[in-house]
């Protein structure tokens, strides 16, 4: 792996540059047995043994964050005065180049991924990749079995816009929700889809991307770190 500033990979945990610049000069920090000479250092980030205080720090070349997203808040990184899925990270989670992998709609609640790998982001949004994403509709009325095979058959939308066959089943104690898998991410597509067959949707939670679902311990605006293992429940690349 390419070498790396030592403040750049230790700022990728809960420590700021400064903090590192910081306990760098007072000794406090060890790159194989050695006390760091200087925050700038060049290191290899995968190899070095590096130790704070004693302890030693696991190098991650990438974050991986499930937020709860409440209404309200933008799927972006930063979008002028408004409240986005990043700055509801903590700071200790915080890293640059965190993005959503995939748009929820301002009103939308559920599941986002956000994270600083762009090719994972990439791979799970690609249609071609069929990496599903599980969403509870509620819709304006009970639907027909006829609508519901119009999207199960692959629904064209008015704009000629043609979609993959969605898989949907209808919830069991509501005569209004449904479950709903997608695996492509067309702008409004849910939205677009019920309201094509005359039946607007009124509230959107998505609740699994992949097999992964939403730790129902987050509470809306809570996030918390993916583990590997469940990031491979997302996508196994
Ligand atoms: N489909 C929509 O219409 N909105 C979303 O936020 C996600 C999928």
């Given at each position: 792996m390419a070498l790396e500033r030592l403040d750049k990979v230790l700022a990728?945990?809960?420590?700021s540059r400064k903090e590192v610049k910081t306990l760098v000069r007072k000794g406090r920090v060890l790159v194989n047995g050695q006390p760091a000479v200087s925050s700038d250092i060049k290191i290899d980030p995968e190899t070095a043994d590096i130790c704070v205080d004693s302890e030693p720090f696991s190098y991650k070349r990438y974050v991986y964050i499930m937020l709860n997203k409440p209404a309200?808040?933008?799927?972006?990184?930063n979008s002028g005065r408004e409240k986005t899925v990043v700055d509801l990270v903590p700071e200790t989670l915080q890293r640059s180049g965190?993005?959503?992998a995939g748009r929820l709609d301002k009103d939308t609640t559920g599941f986002v991924l956000l994270t600083d790998d762009g090719a994972f982001a990439h791979r799970i949004l690609?249609?071609?990749?069929?990496?599903q994403k599980t969403y509870l509709a509620t819709l304006s009325q009970c639907p027909d079995e006829e609508s519901l095979n119009q999207l199960r058959e692959g629904l064209t939308l008015r704009d000629g816009t043609k979609l993959l066959p969605a898989i949907v089943e209808r919830m069991p104690?509501?005569?209004?929700q449904v479950c709903i898998k997608i695996c492509e991410g067309k702008y409004h597509q849910i939205k677009r889809m019920f309201a094509a067959v005359g039946n607007p949707v009124t509230a959107l939670h998505r609740t699994h991307m992949g097999d992964l679902e939403?730790?129902?311990?987050?509470?809306?605006g809570q996030c918390r770190e993916i583990s590997q293992e469940e990031r491979k429940q997302i996508a196994d690349f």
């Amino acid at each position: 792996m390419a070498l790396e500033r030592l403040d750049k990979v230790l700022a990728t945990g809960a420590l700021s540059r400064k903090e590192v610049k910081t306990l760098v000069r007072k000794g406090r920090v060890l790159v194989n047995g050695q006390p760091a000479v200087s925050s700038d250092i060049k290191i290899d980030p995968e190899t070095a043994d590096i130790c704070v205080d004693s302890e030693p720090f696991s190098y991650k070349r990438y974050v991986y964050i499930m937020l709860n997203k409440p209404a309200g808040v933008v799927s972006a990184s930063n979008s002028g005065r408004e409240k986005t899925v990043v700055d509801l990270v903590p700071e200790t989670l915080q890293r640059s180049g965190l993005f959503p992998a995939g748009r929820l709609d301002k009103d939308t609640t559920g599941f986002v991924l956000l994270t600083d790998d762009g090719a994972f982001a990439h791979r799970i949004l690609s249609p071609k990749n069929h990496i599903q994403k599980t969403y509870l509709a509620t819709l304006s009325q009970c639907p027909d079995e006829e609508s519901l095979n119009q999207l199960r058959e692959g629904l064209t939308l008015r704009d000629g816009t043609k979609l993959l066959p969605a898989i949907v089943e209808r919830m069991p104690k509501s005569e209004t929700q449904v479950c709903i898998k997608i695996c492509e991410g067309k702008y409004h597509q849910i939205k677009r889809m019920f309201a094509a067959v005359g039946n607007p949707v009124t509230a959107l939670h998505r609740t699994h991307m992949g097999d992964l679902e939403l730790d129902a311990a987050l509470s809306p605006g809570q996030c918390r770190e993916i583990s590997q293992e469940e990031r491979k429940q997302i996508a196994d690349f």
